[in-house]
């Protein structure tokens, strides 16, 4: 395999967004590269998504829509860009979802798509596949990725860093030039060890959230926010990181990934209650379990606290009349895995870190400020969510820019011109920073355990100016740290992923320091 490869389009991350941008160009004729971390294009956190997708329901439900996605973002949202998904989202989930690749969502004994609701709805319009929407979404765009021939996926690939003119390219006439412009990646290959350099004309970024760098989350492990790092190191603008959504409701066990307790659950009736069996949500908002997240996981924080109690439990069992068994099949069956029957019992929830709000700025069509770089899902930020993500807008996101930047791209290179030989010829391939092989498990393991912990202590769901004080010096030091060695050492996937965490979660908390008002998913006890 070579190491330095010319593309037309090179798509990096693989969940709903980046799977259907992919599909689109190829569907328009464009060859296109898909690159995922992962061994399959089904391993992210599209696959993990339970409770469903935003559609839509009767007449003035686009206006309605609207009105929910601007209350729950606490009116902080990019009103044009709220307004364009709930005009075009539907169509988007009919052409990509219901015919392109057809997921067999939930439907009523007459045929018709059954429609559900969740937390911050003022109504029903949520397509779902029982409780496993994201994955039954992946198996059915994965099987069309597998036959198209314009597509070609690249598994256990690690960008680095993206190619771009100013900063890597050796020819004067465009280091001299005022524009700068993505020209690719650098790419590690965990079977070879080799990295590659992948040209493109255009370059997507597609790679999820940053979850992982938080101690507790739903997040798969390679959402450590690799998309957002390597664009601000680029110079793209970024928008709105300070916002970090933390899922109310995630099964309380030790484990690296906190499973993660669908929203939907509270929708068909189930409701929170603390230790004494007090169904508390009343007493913090009108809406009860049924608010917005970030009321219901400040609410649960609060109870916690009160209580001295390290959980709070989501009482199915008493509320919801229905099959949960058949409804629910994947929660229920992970909650027995640990002798929990939620048919009988509450079920132990805490938070956890869930959703990036904010991301690399884009327009409608996923352009970013840097030219031929685009954007696509929860790496960036359309302004869609503002302070706080409404349920199930997020694989809506994903659908409708994966397809409006496919189809952007497209135009693009009809009548733009390709990557010339003489820049291509001027770009590098990747040096190695350094010889001393010296990476230690254990020094990198120490390096996450101190980051999650001071991310989840000072930048999680309460903040205070001292606090995130506390965090820069001390996610500075550990990135200098972490640099250093950066330069020292051959590089690895190990290394490539924390450097990325470090520069991630400095680049949230350094936002969420300037912002001193207290908005959404962005609270500040002062």
């Not at 569907?27 to 696959?47: K, P, Q, R």
């Not at 409780?131 to 256990?156: R, W």
Request: hydrophobic share 40%; proline share 4%.
């Amino acid at each position: 395999m070579s190491s330095r490869r010319t593309f037309s389009v090179l798509v990096i991350g693989a969940g709903i967004a980046g799977a259907t941008c992919a599909l689109t160009l190829a569907d328009l004729g464009v060859e296109v590269v898909l690159l995922t971390a992962a061994n399959s294009v089904i391993d992210n956190n599209t696959a993990l998504a339970q409770g469903g997708i935003v559609y839509k329901n009767g007449e003035g439900d686009e206006q309605a829509l609207i009105r929910d996605v601007m209350t729950a973002g606490w009116r902080h949202n990019n009103a044009r860009a709220v307004r364009f998904m709930a005009k075009r989202g539907p169509a988007a989930v009919e052409d990509v979802l219901l015919h392109r690749a057809p997921v067999p969502f939930h439907r009523t004994p007459d045929g018709e798509l059954a429609l559900t609701r969740e937390g911050g709805h003022s109504r029903q319009r949520i397509l779902h596949c029982a409780d496993f929407t994201g994955k039954a979404i992946m198996e059915s765009l994965a099987a069309a990725i597998q036959a198209s021939p314009n597509i070609t996926v690249l598994t256990g690939r690690t960008a680095i860093d993206l190619v771009t003119t100013h900063h890597h390219c050796r020819h004067l006439d465009y280091r001299y030039s005022l524009e700068n412009r993505c020209a690719g990646a650098y790419v590690l290959d965990a079977a070879s060890g080799q990295v590659e350099t992948l040209l493109a004309d255009m370059t997507v970024l597609a790679t999820g959230g940053a979850g992982q760098i938080y101690l507790h989350t739903t997040n798969t492990e390679e959402s450590i926010g690799s998309g957002l790092a390597m664009a601000y190191r680029a110079g793209a603008w970024t928008m709105n990181s300070e916002f970090i959504q933390f899922h109310p409701t995630a099964l309380f066990q030790k484990a690296k990934r906190r499973f993660l307790i669908s929203e939907a659950v509270r929708g068909e009736g189930a409701r929170l209650v603390n230790a004494d069996g007090e169904a508390f949500m009343p007493r913090y908002d009108s809406r009860a379990d049924l608010a917005p997240r970030d009321i219901v996981t400040r609410a649960i924080m609060d109870e916690m606290l009160r209580t001295g109690h390290p959980c709070v439990y989501l009482d199915a069992a008493n509320y919801v009349n229905m099959d949960m068994t058949k409804r629910f099949p994947t929660i229920h069956a992970r909650c027995l895995e640990i002798g929990i029957d939620m048919t009988r019992q509450p079920i132990p929830v805490v938070p956890a870190a869930h959703y990036s709000c904010g991301g690399v700025l884009t327009d409608e069509r996923g352009r970013t400020t840097l030219k031929r770089l685009y954007a696509v899902g929860e790496c960036a930020c359309t302004g869609v969510h503002g302070a706080n993500r409404l349920a199930s807008t997020s694989l809506l996101e994903g659908v409708l820019w994966g397809r409006e930047c496919g189809q952007e791209i497209a135009r693009a290179l009809s009548h733009t011109k390709r990557m010339p030989p003489k820049l291509a010829d001027s770009i590098p391939d990747w040096d190695s920073p350094g010889n001393n092989r010296n990476e230690d498990p254990a020094l990198i393991a120490q390096d996450w355990a101190a980051l999650r912990h001071t991310m989840w202590n000072y930048v999680g769901i309460a903040r205070s100016t001292a606090r995130l004080k506390r965090a820069v010096t001390d996610i500075n030091n550990q990135y200098h740290q972490v640099q250093k060695f950066y330069r020292e050492t051959p590089v690895s996937k190990a290394i490539v992923d924390l450097f990325h965490g470090c520069q991630t979660s400095y680049i949230i908390t350094t936002a969420a320091l300037r912002n001193v008002k207290s908005l959404g998913c962005h609270y500040r006890v002062e």
